[in-house]
């Protein structure tokens, strides 16, 4: 899987399989700071995540 | 996952709702916010006070959406590699949505830059704040309401900061508006109902573009901690935030501010002291005599 960290500006890849709550807990995230976007589309987050999809993890927290 | 109120795919947990139906919630509630809280009356000309950052954003498309008189007033503090950004940002926002837009500059207002001001080693953001709610006030006097964006994890994190450290006067502040005082314009929080994340989906889906850019003097360590044990607390047990903010507004002493307020010799704005804090401030910096 493919996961792109935008607030971090990081790219990771490793193999997953899970909800988008496990991704989240996986990266040692809480799920009201960030959104999973699979695929490019915003899901929620008991949405089933595979090997094939390319994830974007988005900070919700922000200054001002 | 499905909407609970169609058979699209949900975007989000809860409330689950697809697209669709979340930005209905959204505009839905801040509408209800307005209404329960007697926030605005139809013939108020109301002033949005943006910074160009998604709750602001949200919060003026959608009045703008509710067909309030609303223009938009910014504060250029004068902080490199931030606010430049942002306000050709709201320029182009304005334009395009057809609100006028109002933009009054530390550098012009209060004689110097914000940079300028923290490079003799001067806390940023307690300057800032001071001479942003001055400024603020001093140019909404023609309008009847100010409307800000502060959103549900703002306010509930601002509630828990003063019980921690005991200021009541604070605390007693809070809320969907402030209470109405001489000198001072009204001020109303739509989005008082709304978590960040929420706001944060509503400005992805609508499209808004809003810049990601951190102030570079944003560093309030203790707000970061309230908020990080607020998120803890609302994933164990969802509802946390938004009962916070409805215990605080039952208890809150129905008795109004009493506090006497006077008019600062030096530039006409209220006070509570001899002269306000702002001119208190440019007075140490050496701004004004
Ligand atoms: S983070 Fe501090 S310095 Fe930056 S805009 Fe906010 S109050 Fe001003
Ligand atoms: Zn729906
Ligand atoms: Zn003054």
């Given at each position: 899987?493919?996961?792109?960290?935008?607030?971090?500006?990081k790219?990771?890849?490793?193999?997953?399989?899970?909800?988008?709550?496990a991704?989240?807990?996986?990266?040692?995230y809480?799920?009201?700071?960030?959104?999973?976007?699979?695929?490019?589309?915003?899901?929620?987050?008991?949405?089933?995540?595979?090997?094939?999809?390319t994830i974007?993890?988005?900070?919700?927290?922000?200054?001002? | 996952?499905?909407?609970?109120?169609?058979t699209?795919?949900?975007?989000?947990?809860?409330?689950?709702?697809?697209?669709?139906?979340?930005?209905?919630?959204?505009e839905?509630?801040?509408?209800?916010?307005?209404?329960?809280?007697?926030?605005?009356?139809?013939?108020?000309?109301?002033?949005?006070?943006v910074?160009?950052g998604?709750?602001?954003?949200?919060?003026?498309?959608?009045?703008?959406?509710l067909?309030y008189?609303?223009?938009?007033?910014?504060?250029?503090?004068?902080?490199?590699?931030?606010?430049?950004?942002?306000?050709?940002?709201?320029?182009?926002?304005?334009?395009?949505?057809?609100?006028?837009?109002?933009?009054?500059?530390?550098?012009?207002?209060?004689?110097?830059?914000?940079?300028?001001?923290?490079?003799?080693?001067?806390?940023?953001c307690?300057?800032c704040?001071?001479?942003?709610?001055?400024?603020?006030?001093?140019?909404?006097?023609?309008?009847?309401?100010?409307?800000?964006?502060?959103?549900?994890?703002?306010?509930?994190?601002?509630?828990?900061?003063n019980?921690l450290?005991?200021?009541?006067?604070?605390?007693?502040?809070?809320?969907?508006?402030?209470?109405?005082?001489?000198?001072?314009?009204q001020?109303?929080?739509?989005?008082?109902?709304?978590?960040?994340?929420?706001?944060?989906?509503?400005?992805?889906?609508?499209n808004?573009?809003?810049?990601?850019?951190?102030?570079?003097?944003?560093?309030?360590?203790?707000?970061?901690?309230?908020?990080?044990?607020?998120?803890?607390?609302?994933?164990?047990?969802?509802?946390?935030?938004?009962?916070?903010?409805?215990?605080?507004?039952?208890n809150?002493s129905?008795?109004?501010?009493?506090?006497?307020?006077?008019?600062?010799?030096?530039?006409?704005?209220?006070?509570?002291?001899?002269?306000?804090?702002?001119?208190?401030?440019?007075?140490?910096?050496?701004?004004?005599?």
């Amino acid at each position: 899987m493919k996961v792109f960290i935008e607030k971090q500006n990081k790219k990771v890849k490793f193999v997953f399989e899970g909800t988008g709550t496990a991704l989240i807990k996986k990266l040692k995230y809480n799920s009201e700071e960030v959104l999973v976007i699979k695929n490019g589309e915003l899901v929620s987050l008991d949405e089933k995540l595979t090997n094939k999809d390319t994830i974007k993890i988005i900070s919700i927290i922000s200054g001002g | 996952m499905n909407c609970k109120l169609c058979t699209q795919k949900a975007i989000i947990d809860s409330p689950s709702y697809c697209k669709k139906h979340f930005l209905k919630y959204v505009e839905q509630t801040a509408k209800q916010t307005i209404k329960k809280y007697d926030l605005l009356k139809r013939s108020d000309k109301v002033c949005v006070a943006v910074s160009g950052g998604k709750d602001s954003i949200t919060l003026l498309y959608i009045l703008k959406q509710l067909k309030y008189d609303v223009e938009a007033l910014a504060i250029d503090e004068g902080i490199k590699n931030y606010r430049d950004e942002t306000l050709a940002f709201l320029k182009r926002f304005c334009k395009k949505h057809k609100i006028k837009l109002i933009i009054k500059s530390f550098e012009k207002e209060v004689g110097k830059r914000l940079d300028k001001i923290v490079k003799t080693g001067n806390p940023a953001c307690t300057i800032c704040g001071t001479f942003r709610r001055s400024l603020l006030n001093k140019y909404t006097k023609n309008y009847d309401k100010i409307a800000t964006g502060h959103n549900l994890d703002d306010e509930a994190q601002a509630v828990l900061m003063n019980l921690l450290k005991a200021q009541k006067s604070l605390y007693d502040r809070q809320g969907p508006k402030t209470g109405k005082r001489k000198g001072f314009t009204q001020k109303i929080k739509p989005l008082y109902f709304l978590k960040e994340k929420e706001i944060m989906i509503y400005s992805i889906l609508m499209n808004f573009d809003v810049p990601f850019t951190e102030c570079p003097y944003a560093k309030d360590s203790f707000r970061a901690y309230v908020r990080d044990e607020l998120n803890l607390l609302e994933t164990q047990k969802p509802g946390t935030k938004k009962n916070i903010l409805l215990k605080y507004l039952k208890n809150k002493s129905a008795e109004k501010n009493k506090l006497e307020l006077s008019f600062c010799p030096l530039c006409g704005e209220p006070c509570a002291e001899e002269i306000c804090n702002s001119c208190r401030i440019r007075k140490t910096l050496g701004l004004i005599a």
